[in-house]
């Protein structure tokens, strides 16, 4: 698999214990951490003195993906504290270098609906020109028109807010990597941090993969919080993969979709 990246990752891990949405929680304990050498060969943004500058990292992570082609798996798991399921929505989208693309996303759970999503299965697939969506539920599938034009992959507006807020400093050299770590702390989580309808975001625990290059590999975040005064467990998960050769594929269902909901067929429609 190519992955279109250098060879040597490097770890960034932000660990922030006792984190609350609306005040400090005094059961926290801060638990702070030494910083260590900078290697030879750190990623944008990252000084001699171990400090990150995240806009200028992040900056890096967008220019790696600029040509626009990647494999993107994301994962969102919300459980409650018995352990029993809320949420659970997994999307894998590739994406080419010319406005082609490919997602698929499966959504289960006892809330669905969070975040604006349905149960079941979703997958969009288009070329630049014209765009399709076949739907999976109970119901059986259904298709339906789709918007055919680019979208970003690169994140930005996920990440930024998990960078600047967590603020990590090298802890120490793992194998081939680097490891950053955060200070533990107490302070209020600013907003954008957790999305609705999570509130009293605490106990957060962040780890990114970068690259040398500055490509934001992968990131784990997971954190407690409350919905509707219930506790929940959330975990977040991104990974990007075969950057700059990705190859979309064509779904069978497409040129049944094509007929169907582009070109009038039952139930379908012309998309204009």
Request: aromatic fraction near 8%; glycine fraction near 12%; proline fraction near 8%.
């Amino acid at each position: 698999m190519t992955r279109g990246v250098g060879a040597v990752a490097v770890c960034v891990v932000l660990l922030v214990a006792g984190c609350n949405g609306l005040a400090a929680d005094p059961t926290a304990t801060a638990t702070p951490v030494e910083p260590a050498p900078v290697p030879a060969d750190p990623p944008p943004g990252v000084s001699e003195s171990g400090g990150v500058d995240s806009v200028a990292l992040l900056s890096s992570h967008v220019d790696q993906l600029r040509d626009g082609s990647a494999t993107v798996t994301e994962h969102r798991v919300e459980r409650f504290a018995n352990g029993s399921l809320r949420f659970d929505r997994t999307t894998t989208t590739y994406h080419g270098p010319v406005d082609r693309f490919y997602v698929v996303q499966t959504v289960e759970g006892t809330d669905p609906r969070a975040y604006g999503t349905t149960e079941g299965r979703y997958e969009r697939w288009a070329n630049g020109t014209l765009g399709v969506a076949a739907v999976r539920d109970g119901d059986g599938v259904s298709f339906e028109p789709a918007y055919p034009g680019q979208f970003r992959i690169n994140n930005f507006e996920r990440l930024y807010p998990l960078f600047t807020t967590l603020e990590p400093t090298v802890r120490e050299k793992r194998g081939e990597g680097v490891v950053f770590v955060a200070r533990a702390t107490r302070e209020r989580v600013p907003g954008g941090f957790a999305e609705d309808p999570v509130r009293n975001v605490h106990n957060v625990t962040f780890e990114a993969t970068v690259t040398p290059g500055g490509l934001v590999r992968s990131y784990r975040l997971s954190y407690t919080g409350t919905v509707d005064g219930a506790t929940v467990h959330v975990t977040e998960r991104l990974r990007y993969e075969d950057v700059a050769a990705t190859d979309v594929p064509r779904p069978a269902w497409v040129e049944e979709a094509i007929t169907d909901a582009l070109g009038g067929g039952p139930g379908g429609k012309v998309d204009p």
